[in-house]
């Protein structure tokens, strides 16, 4: 059975990245959806590194405030902000600038086009706390822990939802 291994890549590039949705090229502006949605020079595995990319933004832009979400949330939040490495790798093997990545969702932060509550920073806290908690060999100190984690944990609980402003321009910690 003869094989064209080429016509199978271009096909395979073009069926598997699927591109984000309109709200989402809107959120984060005309000039970084049309480099998101580029095909010039890109391989299948560019494409791969664009779909890591597009769904650390897409959690970003989770609504709901529940534990996992805000989790996931905040969590691509700081890997996007964090200035390290692995960011800059992945939107270098997306063939994406992460300056330009970086400055889209800034922008789009500003633009409250992405937003954060309350609820999200108070389960990022209680998130960080149980991680201290878990590291903690000390029986004083994990019950003082303890003690903060159930503060936090009835403040995000019963919190309203209410937005919290441009304060998330930085890394949260």
Known sequence: MFCNLGLIQRMATKQQFQPPSNEFLYKL??????????????????????AVVVNALEDTMIDRTDRKSATLKTNAH???MSNNEDFDRVCHWAMLDPDNVVSAYKKAI??????????????????????CFVNTKDSFKKKILKKK?????????????????????????
């Open 149 to 173: 984690m159930k503060s936090v944990k009835k403040e995000a609980l019963y919190t309203s939802c209410v937005f919290v402003s441009n304060v998330f321009i930085e890394i949260t910690t």
């Open 29 to 50: 502006g005309y000039r970084f959806s049309r480099d998101l949605l580029s095909h010039y020079n890109c391989s299948v595995e560019n494409y791969l590194w664009r």
């Open 78 to 80: 700081n890997w996007i």
């Open 110 to 131: 500003t633009l409250h086009n992405i937003r954060f509550q309350k609820k999200h920073v108070y389960w990022h806290k209680y998130n960080s706390l149980l991680k």
